[in-house]
């Protein structure tokens, strides 16, 4: 039985710089981590994952298709969405609209639709709008809805950014850091929140984190990359253990990532 | 409630005093002005549209009809309002700086121009041109599918520039458009080159209405249906779409919106209003040349979008507006002016206004009007005199 | 088809494209500085390119009305209109960002774009109303100088005037300057690390205000050359007249890779050349269907064709994106 997300031997260069070496990395369902120090690799491998770059070697398959190649919008349409490690809202636009953008590789209506307000425009349009106000309402801001994104406070942009990717219905969410910039408190609410949409919309999730207790609390498995190579994988009680790891995030004197709040920084 | 006996007093009296003063620029700002008043004051709605579309539907057509230079002034305003608004698709909702748009105004004013007019028996020989008079309600429609393909074939090989790139190429483009109308007179006379083509048929008109009310009126139409695709547009999946593209690109890509698609219909539509336009354009003008579609025209309405405020509706028809009355009247109204003071041997603190030189020539500095709208505007109120507000959603709950 | 005929005006050809060339190449250095430091299309810079000219021709005319035009020796006269052209044009280069970019940046990309568009139009009619104040006329021609038109024969169908020889030879002592400049001072060091990363050099203690303001003074005084350049060559100006020339050098800078000093060098005289050939060729070659007209849609085709197909130009200077 294949995994639903699968990327076999990826390989990315920059120039001289080999950004990525030969990761294997599969998901089939819960919450899985990716950790490393800065630079090991991490986002690139979340921007070949999402078509952002392409990849020199590997390939990277999702209910058994391929990816590679196909461009980030038609990998949306898929069932793959992602958030960013600095926030990426459209920023003159409301926390609705930007929602309802999220959901825009779901809509079929065509040109003379729209020009003409069929009933089914109609129907769409209220419908889109009643989702958009039901995922706000998840992530806690409802009461923001009409408020230009560039100015709702920072927690609160995070969580937009969530409901925007959820908008677009993917099967797989790939997060790129994000509880960076809040606190434990609003950390281990997002938490809980990833929880339930794994468990009640039966998502996979990918969780780029450096927040180490985060990581420990909420992954069913963690991956470690360093220098683009995967050095470690397994529950988080194993690859806490692991000497590589301890190494490539302390050095080699060091104790275990647990001690430090946040390992990387 | 006051407000409401304002405007209406206000429209009443300028209209009043346009049609005492034949060629007063004064007047007509004012009724301008009070239209505007109307538009943004608090008053019923209404009483509201039922004021402007008296003033737009009755004063103005009886006030041109006795005198036509203010209907063709009227006229002339509805086609840059309908021009900005098509630019505004492209540069103010989508966010790409299209630096040639009035290549597509000429592909539609040549489109019946060359048909529509003895000079297409030129190209194809024979004597079956130019096309009856009927056939102009049909080329609105050929103007704006042939500017809308000219769009898109313009926009696919420029889809992966961005910012700056692509205005540059548009810029060229636009450029191409004007060389090529200039000198395709040769090896076959398409265009008849700097010369231009003449005479184009007008269409007959119903109930034989003057040709001076026809295009006020068929402007007026045109500029309501384009305000209302241009709305339907903006609150629909695709102008959020475009929205998106102009915010992040790279986010809108992520979220599924597709570039291609979505630059591709941003760039047709705005065509296709310049197109529509420029067929409306070359049969009340009877005569058009290279020179009506110069990259001076294309910075002409991207200034009126700028000035009103990008991604605004009524700000692009306030800008449309504004800008048109000023190359049409006040600049011209100040040379004239210069003149009969001139004339009358006046003298300002010792200097001899007979002794200005006679090139200068205030009605000749359209650029620098321009000019000075973008940059000030860049500087002090990038968002324009009327900005795009947020729809706010009510939230059924 | 006359094939004497196109080979003897060959080398004719070749000489008209080279002067045609370097002078694009001039203009072009102006708009690749300013880019490679501000990543910014400075589309107001074909505008002080032909205020350079209108400088010149008022040195000129000046000299002339009180009769030192055949008095003094004349390469001190074009020296003396060079000089002055060139200080006016980085002047004019220097006041125009402080008034009209400087506030803006960090804005969104267009909106200096949009400025330095409005700057473009609004200094062409400053100019025509300037001149029609002052001398009732805005078209002017630069004056003759005898020296300038003789013309050496170098063989039957190939003479070489005065004139070009000044402006090749004028061209490339300024593109020596600039080499020296950028490449052997610490000012060009500066306007180097500038380029590279502006928040790292700032780090490093230098004023990048002031290294901007240089940039734009350098690359217009070389505008402000071309501009008096053009005028000796070609004769008759207008206000309007910079515009196509700034939108081929433009085209140059982009060839060359924009950013990149010596490709704005290589893609002003492959521009240049390629120019010059099709004004030439394109006529006798079609028997008459195209005429020389089609080189600016040449131009301009081959700008959006490079933009498209290799946006780092011939040089391949890297163009960097700001996400």
Redesign the interface.
């Known amino acids: 039985m294949p995994a639903l997300f699968e990327a076999r031997g990826v390989t990315k260069r920059f120039g001289g710089l080999t950004a990525l070496h030969d990761v294997h990395f599969a998901i089939d369902q819960g919450i899985s981590s990716i950790i490393g120090p800065n630079g090991a690799g991490k986002t690139t491998l979340f921007n070949i994952f999402?078509g952002?770059y392409g990849a020199d070697e590997g390939s990277v398959t999702f209910r058994d298709q391929p990816l590679l190649g196909l461009?980030?919008?038609q990998i949306?349409?898929l069932g793959i969405?992602?958030t960013?490690q600095n926030i990426?809202?459209?920023?003159?636009?409301?926390a609705?609209?930007n929602v309802?953008?999220?959901?825009?590789?779901?809509?079929s209506?065509r040109?003379w639709d729209?020009?003409s307000?069929s009933p089914g425009?109609r129907r769409t349009?209220s419908e889109?709008?009643?989702r958009a106000?039901s995922l706000l309402d998840r992530v806690g801001l409802?009461a923001s809805?009409?408020i230009?994104a560039r100015n709702l406070p920072y927690g609160d942009r995070r969580r937009l950014e969530l409901a925007?990717?959820l908008?677009?219905e993917p099967a797989l969410l790939l997060l790129d850091e994000p509880t960076a910039g809040m606190t434990q408190g609003e950390a281990s609410a997002l938490m809980h929140l990833l929880r339930n949409l794994v468990a009640d919309l039966g998502l996979a999730i990918i969780l780029i984190e450096h927040n180490m207790r985060v990581v420990m609390e909420v992954s069913d498995r963690v991956t470690v990359l360093d220098h683009g190579e995967k050095i470690a994988e397994g529950p988080p009680r194993e690859v806490q253990s692991d000497a590589r790891v301890i190494e490539a995030y302390l050095g080699k004197r060091g104790a275990a990532p647990r001690t430090r709040g946040r390992a990387a920084h | 409630m006051i407000r409401s006996l304002i405007a209406v007093a206000l429209v009443g009296l300028s209209a009043l005093a346009v049609a005492t003063f034949p060629r007063s620029v004064l007047v007509f700002l004012l009724f301008q002005g009070s239209l505007l008043y109307v538009f943004k004051a608090r008053m019923p709605d209404p009483l509201r549209w039922g004021l402007l579309a008296t003033s737009l539907l009755v004063l103005m057509p009886t006030i041109g009809y006795f005198n036509s230079y203010y209907l063709e002034v009227a006229t002339q305003v509805g086609i840059f309002v309908a021009l900005a608004l098509g630019l505004n698709i492209v540069v103010g909702l989508a966010g790409l700086l299209d630096l040639g748009y009035v290549a597509f105004f000429a592909v539609g004013a040549y489109s019946w121009a060359i048909l529509g007019s003895p000079h297409a028996n030129v190209i194809f020989g024979g004597e079956t041109f130019p096309l009856a008079g009927w056939w102009f309600y049909v080329f609105l429609f050929v103007g704006l599918g042939t500017a809308a393909i000219t769009g898109i074939l313009l926009g696919l090989p420029v889809l992966r520039l961005h910012g700056d790139y692509l205005a540059i190429v548009t810029l060229g483009f636009g450029e191409v458009i004007r060389v090529l109308a200039n000198n395709l007179d040769k090896p076959i006379n398409f265009t008849n080159g700097p010369k231009g083509i003449t005479p184009i048929s007008r269409p007959p008109t119903p109930f034989g209405i003057p040709y001076g009310e026809f295009f006020y009126f068929l402007a007026l139409l045109i500029v309501v249906a384009v305000i209302v695709?241009n709305r339907?547009?903006e609150d629909?999946?695709?102008g959020?779409?475009w929205?998106?593209i102009r915010?992040?690109e790279?986010?809108?890509?992520?979220?599924?919106?597709?570039?291609v698609r979505m630059k591709l219909?941003a760039f047709a539509c705005g065509a296709s209003f310049a197109g529509v336009m420029g067929v409306l354009f070359s049969a009340k003008q009877v005569f058009i040349n290279p020179e009506s579609f110069t990259f001076l025209e294309s910075i002409g309405v991207l200034a009126m979008v700028i000035l009103g405020g990008m991604g605004s509706i009524p700000g692009a028809i306030v800008g449309a507006t504004v800008v048109t009355v000023l190359n049409l009247q006040v600049l011209k109204g100040f040379s004239l002016w210069l003149n009969e003071l001139k004339n009358a041997g006046v003298t300002v603190l010792g200097y001899s206004l007979a002794d200005l030189p006679t090139q200068f020539e205030p009605a000749k500095y359209e650029r620098m009007v321009f000019g000075i709208i973008l940059v000030l505007m860049m500087i002090f109120r990038p968002q324009g005199i009327f900005p795009a507000r947020?729809?706010?959603?009510e939230?059924?709950? | 088809m006359d094939v004497d005929l196109l080979i003897g005006i060959f080398p004719q050809v070749l000489l008209d494209g080279i002067t045609l060339g370097f002078m694009y190449a001039l203009i072009a250095l102006g708009y690749t500085m300013v880019y490679g430091v501000l990543e910014f299309i400075n589309f107001a810079h074909s505008e002080i390119f032909i205020f350079g000219a209108f400088v010149g021709v008022e040195v000129l005319l000046g000299l002339k009305s009180i009769g030192l035009l055949d008095g003094l020796p004349w390469p001190l006269v074009l020296i003396l209109a060079l000089v002055v052209g060139m200080g006016a044009s980085g002047l004019l280069a220097v006041t125009v960002e402080r008034i009209a970019y400087r506030p803006l940046r960090g804005a969104p990309r267009l909106i200096p774009l949009i400025s330095a568009i409005g700057i473009s139009f609004f200094l062409q009619d400053l100019i025509r109303l300037v001149e029609s104040l002052w001398r009732n006329a805005f078209n002017l021609v630069y004056p003759t100088m005898d020296v300038l038109n003789l013309r050496f024969e170098l063989s039957e169908t190939i003479d070489v005037s005065v004139k070009s020889l000044v402006v090749i030879g004028g061209a490339l002592l300024m593109l020596w300057a600039l080499h020296l400049i950028v490449n052997r001072t610490k000012v060009g060091t500066a306007i180097r690390a500038v380029a590279e990363d502006q928040a790292a050099a700032s780090l490093m203690g230098i004023d990048v205000n002031r290294i901007i303001s240089l940039t734009f003074l350098i690359g217009g005084a070389m505008g402000g050359a071309a501009g008096v350049l053009f005028g000796v060559q070609y004769g008759l100006i207008n206000p309007y007249s910079g515009f196509i020339p700034g939108l081929k050098a433009f085209t140059a800078a982009v060839l060359g890779g924009i950013g990149n000093i010596p490709g704005a060098m290589l893609g002003g005289l492959v521009l240049g050349l390629l120019e010059a050939f099709a004004a030439a060729y394109l006529s006798l070659l079609t028997g008459g269907a195209f005429g020389a007209e089609y080189k600016d849609i040449l131009a301009f085709s081959m700008l959006i064709l490079i933009l498209i197909f290799r946006p780092k130009g011939l040089l391949g200077e890297v163009v960097r994106e700001r996400a």
């Open positions: 999402t952002l461009r980030p919008d949306t349409a969405c992602r960013f990426r809202l459209f920023a003159n636009m409301t609705i609209e309802l953008v999220g959901m825009n590789s779901r809509i209506l040109l729209v020009l307000r425009f349009e889109l709008a009643a106000v409802q809805a009409n230009v925007r990717a908008a677009s | 695709v339907r547009l629909s999946h695709i959020r779409a929205e998106a915010e992040d790279l986010a809108a890509r992520a979220m599924g919106v597709s570039l219909m947020r729809r706010q959603r939230l059924a709950k």
